[in-house]
C-alpha cells in the first residue's frame, strides 16, 4: 500500500493528503479531517463545459462533488490540480474540439506531472474506451450517469490505476444528484433536471444513445430541491430535461392535471393526443402550489407533441410559469419531418402554438432549426422560411446538418453541398433577425419585470423579462436577485435597455450573490427535442 494510506474502519481505502508538489495532492479524504486541510494546501479544479444546459447542469453538479470532497475551483487550468473537460458531441467537430483542449492540457501536463484530466460528458459516453486509447493523457473518462462515483475513481487515479472508463447508464434505479445550496454561490437562478434520456429518435440525433433511455425523477425529489433552492434565495427554477414535458412521475403522486386527456386539435388524431398525454403540467401545478415563492419557472426543451391541451391550461392558470417557450422544430416541411422521425407535422405545430398564444396573450417563441439535412430541396426549405415568418419567433438556433456517429440519418445521402448549407442558414438567419429586432423594438415604452441576473462590465444589471428578452438597467442600489419593474427605452440587436420604474423599492436584504463565472464552450441552448 503506498505510503499515506489506510485502511479506514469499513476496510475501504482512504487516501491521506499529501504536500503540494509531492506526487498528486489527495482529493478523496480531505473533509473527513478538516484539521488536516489547514496544514496541507486544499487540490484545486477547473472545468471546461462544452454545449448545452443539460452539460452545464451536470457541470454544477460535478463541481459540487468535487467541493463536497475538499476541492476549491480556480479559473485556469494552470492553477488547477484537476482539469475536468465536460465535453459534448451534438455538433460538428466535437472530436476536434476535445483532441484540441486535450492536447492543450497535455502539454500543461508536463511541466506538471501531477495535473489530473478527466472527460465527462456525451464524447466520454459514447467513445469513451476508444478515446482514452487515443489521447493517453486522459486520466478518466466519466458519463453522465456516474458524476456521484467521482470521488472513487479520484482515489483511484491517486493510487495509481489506469485511465479508468466510467459511463455505465443507471437504468434500473436512476440517480439525479440534488443542486447544493451553497452560500456565496448559489445565484438567483439555477436549473433542476426532472429526467434524464430520450426516448425519440430523431435520425439525425445522438442523444438516445449518449444519454440512454428516458429516466425521471420522484416529483417528491423535485419538490425537495426547489424547496431547497427558494429557500436558499433562489428566485427562477429551469427544468431539464431532453423532452423536459414527457416527464411522468415513478412514484405516480401527481394528481391528474386539469385537461389531460383532452384534445381541442383538428390536426391531431385523438389516439395520438391521448398517447402524448405526460405528467409534465401536473408537475407544473404542484411546484406551483407547493412552492408558491418561487417567483419564476421555465423549462426546456420541450417536445411539440407534448405541449398537450393540458399544459396549456397550466400556461394560462399559473402566473409563475414563464410566457415564452422553446420549442425546437427542426424544419418548416412536413416531408423533411417525417426523414427526420419528429412524429408530428406542421400543421400540428402551428396549431399549438396559435392555442399557446390565445391562452396566454404575448406569450414569445423560440427554436432550433436545421438545415441542408439529407434531401431537403430549396422548396423544403422555403417552407422552413414560410413557417419562420408565420411564428416569428424571438430567439432562433440555426445550425447546418452533418453526420453524427450512430445516427439512422448516417444511411442516408448527405447530398446538400456545404456551401448550400451555408447559404440557407445565412438566409433564415437574416430572417429570424429581422423578427427578433421588430420584436424588441416593440417592447420600447413597456414596463417589463426583469429578474437582475447578473452585473455587466460598466455597473449595470443584466436580466431576463418574463418573455426571455435579456434586460439592462441601471441601478443605484444591489438589486441582484430581485424583480425589478424596467421601462424599456432602446432596442438592440439581442437585448434592450430601460430604466427602472420610478417609485420602486429595492427589498432589504434579498440580493444574491452573482454565479460565479464558468469556463464555458457553449451553445446557447440544450440540443433540443
Ligand atoms: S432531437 Fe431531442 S427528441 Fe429528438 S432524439 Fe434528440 S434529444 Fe430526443
Redesign the pocket.
Known amino acids: 500500500m503506498p505510503p499515506g494510506n489506510k485502511l479506514s474502519p469499513h476496510g475501504r481505502k482512504t487516501v491521506l493528503p499529501t504536500r503540494v508538489g509531492a506526487a498528486r495532492p489527495c482529493r478523496a479524504s480531505l473533509p473527513a479531517r478538516p484539521d488536516l486541510a489547514q496544514n496541507y494546501a486544499m487540490p484545486a479544479y477547473t472545468l471546461v463545459t462544452f454545449g448545452c444546459q443539460m452539460n452545464q447542469h451536470d457541470s454544477d453538479r460535478i463541481g459540487e462533488v468535487l467541493r463536497g470532497i475538499g476541492y476549491s475551483e480556480v479559473a485556469e487550468p494552470a492553477d488547477a490540480d484537476l482539469v475536468v473537460l465536460n465535453t459534448c458531441s451534438i455538433r460538428e467537430k466535437a472530436e476536434q474540439k476535445l483532441r484540441s483542449e486535450v492536447g492543450r492540457m497535455g502539454m500543461l501536463k508536463r511541466i506538471k506531472p501531477g495535473l489530473v484530466i478527466g472527460v465527462a460528458g456525451c464524447m466520454a459516453q459514447q467513445e469513451g474506451e476508444r478515446l482514452a486509447k487515443r489521447m493517453p493523457q486522459i486520466d478518466f473518462m466519466l458519463g453522465p450517469d456516474n458524476i456521484g462515483e467521482l470521488p472513487s475513481i479520484l482515489a483511484d487515479v491517486e493510487l495509481g490505476a489506469l485511465p479508468r472508463v466510467r459511463t455505465v447508464f443507471d437504468l434500473n434505479s436512476p440517480q439525479f444528484l440534488s443542486a447544493q445550496a451553497e452560500p456565496g454561490r448559489t445565484g438567483a437562478t439555477a436549473f433542476v433536471t426532472i429526467m434524464k434520456g ?1 426516448d ?3 435520425t439525425y ?1 445522438v ?2 444513445y449518449t444519454r440512454g433511455p428516458e429516466r425521471y425523477r420522484a416529483a417528491r425529489e423535485i419538490l425537495a430541491e426547489i424547496r431547497l433552492l427558494v429557500d436558499a434565495g433562489v428566485r427562477e427554477v429551469t427544468l431539464l430535461g ?2 423536459v414535458n414527457s416527464y411522468r412521475d415513478p412514484a405516480g403522486s401527481l394528481s391528474v392535471a386539469l385537461g389531460a386527456g383532452q384534445t381541442h386539435f383538428k390536426h391531431t388524431l385523438r389516439a395520438v393526443a391521448l398517447e402524448d398525454e405526460s405528467e409534465f403540467p401536473a408537475l407544473l401545478r404542484a411546484i406551483c402550489a407547493e412552492v408558491p415563492e418561487l417567483a419564476r419557472l421555465r423549462y426546456t426543451s420541450p ?1 411539440p407533441r407534448h405541449l398537450t391541451w393540458s399544459l396549456i391550461l397550466a400556461h394560462r392558470d399559473l402566473p409563475a410559469l414563464a410566457r415564452h417557450v422553446h420549442l425546437p422544430v427542426q424544419s418548416g416541411s412536413d416531408r423533411l419531418l417525417k426523414r427526420m422521425l419528429r412524429r408530428y407535422t406542421v400543421d400540428e405545430y402551428v396549431e399549438r402554438v396559435d392555442a399557446l398564444r390565445s391562452a396566454v396573450p404575448g406569450v414569445t417563441f423560440s427554436t432550433d432549426v436545421i438545415v441542408g439535412f439529407p434531401g431537403e430541396t430549396r422548396e423544403d426549405f422555403a417552407a422552413t422560411l414560410a413557417l419562420a415568418e408565420r411564428i416569428k419567433f424571438t430567439g432562433f438556433f440555426g445550425f447546418t446538418y452533418s453526420e453524427r456517429p450512430n445516427t439512422p440519418a448516417l444511411k442516408l445521402t448527405d447530398d446538400v453541398p456545404e456551401a448550400e448549407k451555408s447559404a440557407r442558414l445565412e438566409e433564415i438567419f437574416q430572417l429570424t433577425d429581422r423578427h427578433r429586432r421588430e420584436h424588441l423594438e416593440s417592447l420600447r415604452g413597456t414596463t417589463e419585470i426583469v429578474l437582475a441576473e447578473r452585473r455587466g462590465k460598466n455597473g449595470d444589471f443584466m436580466g431576463r423579462s418574463e418573455r426571455n428578452e435579456i434586460v439592462h438597467f441601471i441601478c443605484a442600489g444591489d438589486a441582484l436577485g430581485q424583480m425589478v419593474p424596467v421601462r424599456i427605452r432602446e432596442a438592440y440587436n439581442n437585448s434592450v435597455r430601460g430604466d427602472v420604474e420610478p417609485g420602486f423599492v429595492l427589498a432589504p436584504g434579498a440580493a444574491r450573490p452573482q454565479p460565479a463565472p464558468a469556463v464555458r464552450r457553449a451553445l446557447p441552448v440544450v ?3
Do not use: F, K, S
Request: include cysteine; glycine fraction near 8%; proline fraction near 15%.
Open positions: 430520450c425519440e429518435r430523431c440525433c442523444v438516445p431532453q423532452t417536445h440540443a433540443g427535442p
